[in-house]
């Protein structure tokens, strides 16, 4: 096996990840002078901020994932690898993947981050992630199977674990899936299985800190838990989960929830790759990097977005783990390469924060710009546009707006499929 | 475990299959006064004439899969049970399944057909079905995996194996999914992936009998030969699949293809389920009915469908395993189920040939009604006409006309995902 890049003579930037940081970066060096290599672990771009709607079977798959390929179809410059990255040589500078060795002569970290169960193995071995379209998916299969063993089954305590869902996290993801799960408690569900006693069915969310959305304001956190239990959630705040065995969820309060569903999105934690120094990690596995986005004690090694740990004065504790700085952070680098190239001056980066924002089901959403705050239908139709206006492609843009459209209207979905490949 | 069928005094019709024949028979008796149990391993009725698209990315798997609950919203006799039929018990007229037991007064076997290795054991370990959504899924997956391990092998004997495909069968579906790879190959794969050489590909459609499209006439067939050779398929009549070990197809002439990937669409053999009497089984595992569908032998037991056979004057062999046989059973059986209840009488099914079609790539297909056969694009905007208003519901038939509407100008799609549910 070997990873078969072309020489060119150009230099060699190798791209790790092709999330929101890595793809910019990609797109930005399209046609440059460098060669790209960009690689992952799939074949596709995932747009993370809608994986809740994946899994609560209001979008296909499809909608929310980006082909690698067809995104530089005709971008001669750019190679794209699906791979898995086992070990960084920065002494020789190259990567050791599944698919053979790749030289570099700048290496960019775009690795993200993956589900952080803190240590909790139970936790770690029951609890339902939600941090790839894979998983998303695995999530809808699993939800729509429970309502079919409920259906058939006559035991209360069993039904009760089946239809009862737990989701831990107060962030944007947190509240957007139990505000969709509980809209679909209230509208579809039972029009579906109308054998089915919905009220039995409990949707709860638990943070640990004393209140939701920590990255918002008090305004927005209160009228997104108004919101939220308003739609039914039971929405526990200052509420530590202590274990789960996969039928309860013991709580910091000695309480217990029976359910089998937890629905972990609590905290992220970075991935991580065998062969940099052990120095340049600090607490969540990010990697310290300088404002020019360069890993500490490296030359030619860059980490961005949710991986990366920069601090700025107003930003002591790192960007928030989110898409925006991972873009900006892109461009900037993009820049700099570029610049690089010409002996031009590098320019350090600095984050514009544009402003947070959660939705709450089908109409209700917070948004937050840094100049204006505001809650409801209107802040609905803001972060639909702008969620709309941040996915690649014109298609998928166009089939997404039909389909929420379709949504918001009839209130209906086709995709409660629980549907998985065959393979041989 | 127990299947849970409420007891509401009405007589029970339980179908098991939610095919063509089977998804019409519920639908046609919803709000009967009739109870019925419709009973699938899935919860989705498949939509098969388009599985060929899933398979070559052309089309999501939910826009030709069809979730059965939103099917029967609203319908109240009308059961879902989403479960494995294991034994048929004739005498006390009840079905075991995978959920427990269901008792009935009328039991209907829409169980359809599955792949037809005909006793090859080679063929049946190492060849590639596409029967269920599911299976085209994998298909999917598996093509473009093939063409990123193909783009980094190095061994030409190995690359040639990658992306070589032999479809054997040449019945419509044989004919369908080699003319859309063949448009793959020449129209999209070059731009996906620019660094391998698609001379290299060669695409086979093999058929044992003198002709491809046995089903319709030798002008169709013949037409339909001429685009799939025009569009760069190798099409090898009068040619015998003897063995596949995984890398070469021994042919019956001795000579050999070297190929990973052998699709295998060269017959169907009906499904079984244990417990009814051997007697009423002939060639191909079909089910002996007589012109009320009625099982030989039984009085309360129907089979509809692929599986059933029913010889009419016009047709000695019984019907052809298509969607319309099906769906015209289904009416009639539910007219004479209706008129059964009423004490009214019975009518014999007698089958309408509405004419077949098959379609090969963009813009060409084969359309034969009976009283006009045409060719061309014409024959292709019939086909996609008909095929539109067979499949339900008005939002995926707008969507599924969109997408196509799409494909069609811009000759490119977004779905080359290689995406699997992720389960724990």
New interface residues.
């Given amino acids: 096996?070997?990873?078969?890049i072309?020489h060119t003579g150009q230099k060699r930037v190798v791209i790790i990840g092709a999330g929101f940081g890595g793809l910019k970066l990609a797109r930005k060096l399209a046609n440059s002078p460098y060669q790209v290599v960009l690689i992952d672990k799939?074949?596709?771009h995932q747009f993370q901020p809608l994986f809740y709607q994946v899994a609560t079977a209001g979008l296909?798959?499809?909608s929310i994932?980006?082909?690698l390929?067809?995104v530089f179809?005709?971008v001669?410059n750019i190679?794209i690898?699906?791979a898995e990255v086992l070990k960084i040589d920065a002494e020789s500078n190259q990567i050791i993947t599944s698919?053979?060795e790749i030289s570099y002569d700048h290496l960019v970290l775009g690795i993200g981050c993956d589900t952080n169960y803190f240590g909790m193995d139970n936790i770690k071995?029951y609890a339902?992630p939600m941090k790839?379209?894979?998983?998303a998916?695995?999530l809808r299969?699993r939800l729509?199977q429970n309502f079919?063993d409920a259906?058939?089954?006559?035991n209360p305590d069993d039904i009760e674990g089946l239809l009862n869902i737990v989701v831990v996290g107060g962030g944007p993801t947190g509240v957007e899936v139990s505000g969709t799960l509980a809209e679909m408690k209230n509208q579809i569900l039972p029009?579906?299985?109308?054998?089915l006693d919905f009220s039995k069915m409990n949707i709860y969310l638990l943070e640990a800190s004393p209140r939701t959305l920590n990255v918002m304001s008090d305004a927005s956190a209160n009228k997104s838990k108004q919101y939220l239990e308003k739609l039914g959630v039971i929405v526990k705040t200052a509420t530590q989960v202590k274990d789960f065995d996969g039928k309860h969820v013991y709580l910091g309060d000695g309480s217990t929830i029976r359910t089998n569903n937890l629905i972990w999105a609590a905290g992220v934690i970075g991935n991580k790759i065998e062969g940099l120094s052990a120095d340049i990690y600090i607490r969540g596995n990010r990697i310290k990097v300088d404002r020019y986005n360069k890993v500490e004690g490296y030359d030619n090694v860059f980490a961005i977005g949710d991986i990366a740990f920069m601090t700025e004065e107003k930003y002591p504790n790192g960007h928030p783990q989110v898409a925006q700085p991972a873009m900006q952070q892109a461009d900037n680098l993009a820049y700099n390469l570029k610049a690089h190239i010409k002996n031009k001056k590098l320019k350090p980066f600095s984050y514009t924060n544009l402003g947070s924002m959660a939705t709450v089901g089908r109409n209700l959403a917070v948004v937050e710009f840094p100049f204006y705050k505001f809650q409801g239908f209107i802040a609905w139709l803001v972060w639909m546009f702008v969620h709309l206006m941040s996915i690649v492609?014109v298609?998928?843009r166009?089939?997404i707006f039909?389909?929420w459209c379709?949504n918001y209207f009839?209130y209906?979905q086709?995709?409660?499929?629980?549907?998985?490949?065959?393979?041989?």
Avoid at 191 to 195: G, I, N, T
Avoid at 414 to 424: G, N, T, V
Wanted: hydrophobic letters at 35%; a positive charge; zero cysteines.
């Fill in positions: 096996m070997a990873a078969n072309p799939n074949n596709y296909e798959p499809s994932s980006f082909p390929r067809k179809q005709g001669k190679h690898r699906v698919l053979g071995k339902i790839s379209v894979s998983e998916l695995a299969n729509l079919e259906l058939v089954d006559e029009k579906d299985y109308p054998e492609g298609k998928n166009l089939l039909i389909n379709w009839t209906d086709s995709l409660r499929l629980i549907l998985k490949a065959k393979e041989k």
